[in-house]
């Protein structure tokens, strides 16, 4: 499985996967780069026959701070239907890449666990959160439908 990704941090040793966001300055938000790079990289997780496992990392004190309000937020307002649309495919068929990736995922939450970051954790099996996290659920407060990314698929 490779590790020499470029918008996320990514360490394999022993079976592990260790992955973690990697714009801690701005709480580790994700872009329409890191959701596709994720995307891609669990669907090929899938064959992968030297991880056995993935545990999502916090950097920086935070899981993640969702989508990045400059990158994707603002853009998303100027976007034809569809883009919107090839959006929201993406953002969902991360956590179908995720479900289906055939190996446990562990979630390690710390800090700022929000939007799309809040989704990934839910995507994942196991979810262990410190005293500190704080998890939120923000898409309707930025004009997003609340069920963004299969949220309300996964509850179930």
């Known amino acids: 499985m490779r590790s020499n990704v470029s918008h996320f941090k990514c360490d394999i040793a022993g079976g592990i996967a260790r992955i973690a966001l990697d714009r801690p300055e701005r709480k580790n938000p994700l872009t329409f780069e890191s959701y596709a790079e994720l995307r891609d990289w669990f669907r090929d997780l899938h064959y992968a026959d030297d991880v056995h496992a993935v545990v999502i990392l916090p950097n920086g004190g935070n899981f993640s701070s969702g ?39 562990i979630a390690a939450v710390d800090g700022v666990c929000a939007g799309a970051g809040a989704i990934m954790a839910m995507a994942s099996d196991l979810r262990i959160a410190t005293p500190e996290a704080k998890v939120a659920f923000l898409f309707n407060r930025v004009g997003l439908a609340g069920c963004d990314m299969g949220a309300c698929a996964i509850l179930p």
């Open 67 to 105: 989508g990045d309000v400059h990158d994707i937020i603002g853009p998303l307002t100027r976007m034809s239907m569809k883009e919107l649309l090839a959006f929201t495919r993406m953002t969902g068929d991360l956590v179908k890449a995720m479900l289906g990736c055939g190996k446990p995922i």
